[in-house]
């Protein structure tokens, strides 16, 4: 399975600002997802990073909030724009190496105060 | 809309004991099934895939999957406080990305 790294693992933001998630693949992947997971929750979808193109939203996420970059098949970032306290969550990024199963990146813990 | 219904648990087991989690699915053409095991705070992490009816088993863990029935399960026996943990049932129905459950609190009690 691909390895892939998450940064960082947890901030402490204050609310306004912005914070830009990285994950980093070992290996060309097609599909990249970033994820939300509130504090008890399950995961939600934020978008699916394509590359060469405009990310893919789900009902809810809008790219003004959560821009997506993917500039290869390896790399892809999550910013989180404009933070209030609602945003505190843990956001995961995950790849599709086209076998079907979901490989997950360490996570990184968001705080905003 | 496709989902995935799981008890939320929490779901409590003496140790030693056999812990049964249980999924079902709405989608009649899913070919792929996973369980996936998530320690607080820490990101999912696949533990068993299973693709056909029947029965797979993998150490002390058993995916059992009945297609027609739309039902997944795992079974974890000799339960240990170290598999104290929130699992995912999740689903590729051919379009990615996977449709994942709510999971189950598993609490195992030593």
């Known amino acids: 399975s691909a390895v892939i790294s998450q940064k960082p693992s947890r901030d402490i933001c204050q609310r306004g600002t912005s914070l830009t998630i990285q994950c980093q693949v070992d290996?060309?992947?097609?599909?990249m997802f970033w994820y939300r997971q509130q504090p008890g929750q399950s995961l939600t979808l934020i978008a699916t990073a394509n590359q060469g193109s405009e990310a893919t939203y789900e009902s809810g996420f809008v790219i003004d909030k959560f821009p997506i970059s993917r500039p290869n098949l390896t790399f892809s970032t999550l910013t989180v724009s404009n933070m209030s306290p609602e945003d505190s969550s843990i956001y995961l990024c995950s790849v599709d190496e086209g076998a079907a199963e979901a490989f997950f990146g360490q996570g990184t813990r968001l705080t905003v105060v | 809309q496709k989902e995935v219904e799981q008890n939320s648990g929490p779901l409590s087991v003496p140790e030693g004991a056999i812990a049964s989690l249980n999924c079902t699915y709405s989608?009649?053409?899913?070919?792929?099934f996973f369980w996936y095991r998530q320690y607080s705070g820490k990101s999912p992490e696949l533990i068993m895939s299973?693709?056909?009816?029947g029965d797979k088993e993998d150490g002390r863990f058993t995916a059992q999957l009945n297609k027609a029935s739309q039902y997944v399960s795992l079974l974890i026996r000799d339960s240990q406080p170290s598999d104290s943990a929130t699992y995912l049932c999740?689903?590729?129905?051919?379009?990615?990305?996977?449709?994942f459950g709510k999971g189950t609190r598993l609490s195992v009690i030593a």
């Open positions: 290996s060309q992947v097609t599909m």
């Open positions: 299973i693709y056909s009816n």
């Open positions: 999740a689903f590729d129905s051919g379009n990615t990305p996977l449709v």
């Open positions: 989608d009649r053409v899913s070919q792929s």
